[in-house]
């Protein structure tokens, strides 16, 4: 089992940056493949980027592509999301999951089985 703590949420204007972290303890992240997820008040939750356990291989929604990119430091057992030429539309809480297929990219939710309990994003115009 592993427990993860996102960090690194706030308050930013349009066209700023931010740097999310995903601390994980428990088992070894090398373990797990990893995803970002976010949630919108009263929007349903939504994939956002994923990678390999490994760093080999990622994925992202549309709506970050060239913007947003995953990493992680399986020394630190950390992963991250740097956010680029952030939007108002990019507001939402955004969590961390953990999936035991670690060879996959999965931008499916039901797939991850370890979540941590978010952090808040909030971009302003």
């Given at each position: 089992q592993v427990q993860?703590?996102?960090?690194?949420?706030?308050?930013v204007q349009a066209g700023g940056s931010l740097r999310l972290s995903c601390a994980a303890s428990g088992r070894t992240l090398r373990s797990y493949a990893m995803g970002w997820f976010r949630q919108a008040p009263g929007k349903e939750r939504q994939f956002v980027a994923a990678i390999d356990w490994i760093g080999g291989s990622t994925n992202y929604a549309d709506s970050v592509k060239g913007r947003f990119t995953i990493?992680?430091?399986?020394?630190?057992?950390?992963?991250y999301l740097q956010m680029?030429?952030?939007?108002p539309e990019?507001?939402?809480v955004y969590y961390c999951a953990?999936?035991?297929h670690r060879y996959f990219t999965s931008w499916y939710s039901g797939e991850y089985e370890y979540w941590?309990?978010?952090?808040q994003v909030t971009v302003s115009s």
């Amino acid at each position: 089992q592993v427990q993860l703590v996102e960090s690194g949420g706030g308050l930013v204007q349009a066209g700023g940056s931010l740097r999310l972290s995903c601390a994980a303890s428990g088992r070894t992240l090398r373990s797990y493949a990893m995803g970002w997820f976010r949630q919108a008040p009263g929007k349903e939750r939504q994939f956002v980027a994923a990678i390999d356990w490994i760093g080999g291989s990622t994925n992202y929604a549309d709506s970050v592509k060239g913007r947003f990119t995953i990493s992680r430091d399986n020394a630190r057992n950390t992963v991250y999301l740097q956010m680029n030429s952030l939007k108002p539309e990019d507001t939402a809480v955004y969590y961390c999951a953990a999936d035991s297929h670690r060879y996959f990219t999965s931008w499916y939710s039901g797939e991850y089985e370890y979540w941590g309990q978010g952090t808040q994003v909030t971009v302003s115009s």
